[in-house]
């Protein structure tokens, strides 16, 4: 899907109608909150007790390790300062919730890793991950090309996380009532929860002194908590969101590679293949340390490692900010993201595909789709 957008876009036949790459980003916000209330709905927060300390350590251990590897080996395979190197690392340290979480869903309605929750493990982390990288994006490139950052910029981090869970444990709660008080066919309650997830997405906007929101926990949380509430209306629409993402996964794939400029790819050598190869090593590391003094076999915690390989939507989103602030590096910071893309995400795919019935087990009690 990538490469066909690739292809498809402006910078190569360009075949895909203007008016489509000017909504592009809205787009692919669509795409990315029809799979991510999917998730909530598809959660149990009973579930998460059991597994809370690796979860919090999966959103943010990983892409810190990803950081620093880029830190250590920036300097050396492309010649960047440790400040630039950790900028360029922290574009790339993200992982990408539309590539994991329509996989993990699978997995958990098959069955698969259902007894250590394991694709509700993968599922939560990965989505605080994104907060953690964009945070410390925005920090480091205020400090690249300021040369100072403020205090509020990192409290602001757990600020977020928290009220992003409590937003959307409230708009939950909401909803059910909402939907208890007031009788609403399915295809109706699909679209106001979606309209209530693009309202927490407008929240981020709105800062006040050290306090933050983060959209995508919260709408997450709005579909766990909704699942809580009333879980045989969020079972069927559960269903309905599955079949969206049937067409919202092409939209958002196609329209990632549309980004994707081939001559951004004319600058890289192989330095910089070499260098997010073994980022992605030192950051199956930190999942492991992660996953220190918990019940997951190896198997399992190499299969969790595995799944924190794609990456796609927030390098696609960030990579190139840099550029359009004339960062002196904005071009290789660009051309690495697109080069990430590339290669993480159909490596990261495929690994799950391939090796989720080798190092997983699977819960017979579950009924298998």
Same mark, same amino acid.
């Given at each position: 899907?990538?490469?066909?957008?690739?292809?498809?876009?402006?910078? @190569?036949?360009?075949?895909?109608?203007?008016?489509?790459?000017?909504?592009?980003?809205?787009?692919?916000?669509?795409?990315?909150?029809?799979?991510?209330?999917?998730?909530?709905?598809?959660?149990?927060? &009973?579930?998460?007790?059991?597994?809370? #300390?690796?979860?919090?350590?999966?959103?943010? =251990?990983?892409?810190?390790?990803?950081?620093?590897?880029?830190?250590?080996?920036?300097?050396?395979?492309?010649?960047?300062?440790?400040?630039?190197?950790?900028?360029?690392?922290?574009?790339?340290?993200?992982?990408?919730?539309?590539?994991?979480?329509?996989?993990?869903?699978?997995?958990?309605? #098959?069955?698969?890793?259902?007894?250590?929750?394991?694709?509700?493990?993968?599922?939560?982390?990965?989505?605080?991950?994104?907060?953690?990288?964009?945070?410390?994006?925005?920090?480091?490139?205020?400090?690249?090309?300021?040369?100072?950052?403020?205090?509020?910029?990192?409290?602001?981090?757990?600020?977020?996380?928290?009220?992003?869970?409590?937003?959307?444990?409230?708009?939950?709660?909401?909803?059910?009532?909402?939907?208890? #008080?007031?009788?609403?066919?399915?295809?109706?309650?699909?679209?106001?929860?979606?309209?209530?997830?693009?309202?927490?997405?407008?929240?981020? @906007?709105?800062?006040?002194?050290?306090?933050?929101?983060?959209?995508?926990?919260?709408?997450?949380?709005?579909?766990?908590?909704?699942?809580?509430?009333?879980?045989?209306?969020? #079972?069927?629409?559960?269903?309905?969101?599955?079949?969206?993402?049937?067409?919202?996964? =092409?939209?958002?794939?196609?329209?990632?590679?549309?980004?994707?400029?081939?001559?951004?790819?004319?600058?890289?050598?192989? &330095?910089?293949?070499?260098?997010?190869?073994?980022?992605?090593?030192?950051?199956?590391?930190?999942?492991?340390?992660?996953?220190?003094?918990? &019940?997951?076999?190896?198997?399992?915690?190499?299969?969790?490692?595995?799944?924190?390989?794609?990456?796609?939507?927030?390098?696609?989103?960030?990579?190139?900010?840099?550029?359009?602030?004339?960062?002196?590096?904005?071009?290789?910071?660009?051309?690495?993201?697109?080069?990430?893309?590339?290669?993480?995400?159909?490596?990261?795919?495929?690994?799950?595909?391939?090796?989720?019935?080798?190092?997983?087990?699977?819960?017979?009690?579950?009924?298998?789709?």
């Amino acid at each position: 899907m990538i490469l066909t957008g690739m292809i498809l876009g402006p910078h @190569a036949f360009n075949l895909l109608d203007d008016k489509i790459l000017l909504i592009s980003s809205d787009l692919r916000q669509l795409a990315l909150v029809i799979i991510l209330i999917r998730a909530g709905l598809n959660m149990d927060l &009973n579930d998460l007790k059991h597994v809370g #300390r690796p979860a919090v350590l999966l959103s943010f =251990v990983p892409a810190l390790f990803e950081i620093l590897g880029y830190m250590l080996l920036g300097p050396l395979l492309l010649g960047l300062s440790l400040l630039d190197s950790a900028l360029l690392g922290s574009v790339i340290a993200a992982v990408s919730p539309a590539v994991i979480v329509p996989k993990m869903l699978k997995l958990k309605e #098959r069955g698969w890793g259902t007894r250590q929750l394991v694709p509700q493990l993968v599922m939560v982390g990965a989505s605080m991950d994104d907060v953690f990288v964009i945070v410390s994006f925005t920090s480091l490139l205020s400090l690249s090309l300021t040369g100072s950052i403020t205090a509020s910029t990192w409290i602001q981090l757990p600020s977020a996380i928290i009220m992003g869970i409590i937003g959307g444990i409230i708009a939950g709660k909401l909803l059910s009532w909402w939907f208890t #008080r007031f009788h609403i066919r399915d295809s109706g309650k699909v679209m106001i929860i979606v309209s209530v997830a693009f309202i927490l997405l407008a929240l981020e @906007a709105i800062n006040l002194f050290y306090f933050a929101f983060t959209g995508l926990i919260a709408i997450m949380m709005l579909g766990a908590t909704f699942q809580i509430e009333k879980p045989e209306v969020a #079972r069927r629409l559960s269903v309905k969101f599955s079949k969206l993402w049937l067409a919202s996964e =092409v939209i958002l794939f196609v329209l990632v590679g549309a980004s994707v400029s081939f001559s951004h790819l004319s600058g890289v050598g192989i &330095n910089t293949l070499v260098l997010i190869g073994l980022s992605l090593f030192v950051r199956i590391l930190g999942v492991v340390l992660s996953l220190v003094k918990t &019940n997951y076999t190896q198997k399992e915690r190499l299969f969790i490692g595995l799944a924190y390989i794609p990456k796609a939507t927030v390098q696609a989103a960030i990579g190139g900010i840099a550029l359009s602030l004339n960062h002196p590096f904005g071009q290789l910071i660009l051309s690495t993201a697109v080069l990430s893309i590339l290669v993480a995400a159909p490596l990261g795919a495929w690994l799950i595909d391939h090796y989720y019935s080798i190092l997983l087990s699977q819960d017979l009690d579950k009924d298998l789709v």
